[in-house]
């Protein structure tokens, strides 16, 4: 079952990269986003106002704005960069690969925040998809996208802002069931992007067909497969080894770009997936240790 669960949310992560260079020609990011949120926050309120309400009541005015903050980090701040970064000419593999260094950050600190240890192994396997990462980023920015250098640079903040939205929620006392907290999340990030789009002139949708078909794909296999199953995931599998999936997104995207888009996807590309694929074995093969009575990522 964990491995079903753990390729379900790379494929539907990744499917996420794959939407934004869908509609990346048809509308500005802001817009995109605008419009992928909008009708998404609808449904979910509607879903939250006529379902049972136990998961709601026990939740503080503290613990909604600690899950809005979250949001902010994890969804707008973090899909801003990636929409961004695609528009800008970064191709949809090297965009995954840049926001793949994400976890080792978030492993190296997973023992001061979280107080989880991080095993010899895991950290091994952690080197290893760095390593893989490093083969296929560098085939993938080699090659000609037209896009300006600093314009890699932006994958970055937006990594920083997931693994900023991880801890948060790793450090969380109170559980939020994910239906209630993805409620919270898209609202907040339709909120974020409808203020956006406004002030910028970018709020009505175009016409063209392109960019409702990356709307549909975007609120179905990235927001309710890729965002929803990224945090059962996490409360499942623990930080380290949910971080170290996204090793996986890389070369998958790289795979899936060069099939859809024509992307490049060279042998240097082929190598630098082998050795992420071995640093996901690895992790996943190892236990960590924690100490007694100390709260671990899986809670």
Known sequence: MNALLSIAFVLCWSSGFIGAKLGADSAPAVTLLMWRFLPLAAILLAVAAFSAR??????????????????????SGYL?????????????????????????VAGALAGPLLRQ????????????????VALVTTADATATTGAAWWAYLIPFLGMLSLVAAT???????????????????????????????????AAKPPAEPWFWAAIAWLVTLSTFGGYGLYWLTLRRSGITKVNTLMFLM???????????????????????????LSAVVVVHSARPRTREGAVTATR
Request: glycine share 10%; aromatic share 8%; with cysteine.
């Open 167 to 201: 801890f948060l929620e790793g450090r969380s006392r109170t559980q939020v069931a994910p239906a209630v907290s993805m409620t919270i999340h898209c609202t907040t990030s339709a909120a974020v992007f409808t203020a956006l789009a406004t002030c910028t002139g």
């Open 80 to 104: 801003l960069t990636v929409f961004s970064a695609i528009q800008l000419g970064v191709s949809t593999g090297t965009t995954a690969l840049i926001d793949g260094i994400q976890p080792l």
């Open 250 to 276: 890389a070369p998958v995207t790289a795979v899936w770009g060069a099939a859809m888009f024509g992307e490049p996807f060279t042998l240097q590309t082929a190598i630098g997936l082998t050795v992420a």
């Open 54 to 75: 136990t998961s709601w009541r026990r939740l503080t005015a503290r613990d909604v704005a600690r899950q809005a903050v979250i949001g902010v980090l994890s969804q």
């Open 117 to 132: 240890y991080v095993t010899r192994t895991q950290w091994l396997g952690l080197c290893l998809g760095i390593g893989g």
